[in-house]
């Protein structure tokens, strides 16, 4: 395998983007930092690299292991990264009518708004 590889089509290996062009994109508008620095897609990433992916508003810090070029399963992707993006809190849980109930009363859908934020 390659010492080096493009940091867009190393994302694309390892599944983190669908596609290769997804990929590219990302770099372009800056959601993709190698070692905290903003790069382009054909930047080369090596083993030890930290890249920083933005993706859905929430970063993804994962770890270069092994260099990798080509897509390839799920299995051995896992074993090319290192995940340390720390756990997200989970979202919170807005009251929900029992579907079927009908139209709710304005004082049930001032507790709702309320419950929102609105």
Not at 5 to 14: E, G, I, M, N, Q
Not at 24 to 30: D, L, N, Y
Request: charged letters at 35%.
């Amino acid at each position: 395998m390659a010492d080096t590889v493009r940091v867009d089509a190393w994302l694309w290996a390892v599944r983190i983007y669908k596609t290769r062009s997804a990929a590219t994109t990302a770099c372009r508008a800056g959601h993709v930092r190698v070692n905290g620095e903003r790069v382009k897609a054909a930047q080369a990433v090596r083993p030890g690299d930290e890249l920083r992916v933005r993706i859905a508003g929430f970063d993804r810090i994962l770890v270069v292991r092994q260099t990798i070029a080509k897509r390839v399963g799920a299995a051995v992707a896992a074993t090319a990264l290192e995940d340390r993006t720390p756990a997200r809190d989970p979202a919170p849980v807005i009251a929900q009518r029992d579907r079927g109930a009908g139209r709710p009363t304005k004082r049930e859908r001032r507790d709702i708004d309320r419950l929102r934020g609105r």
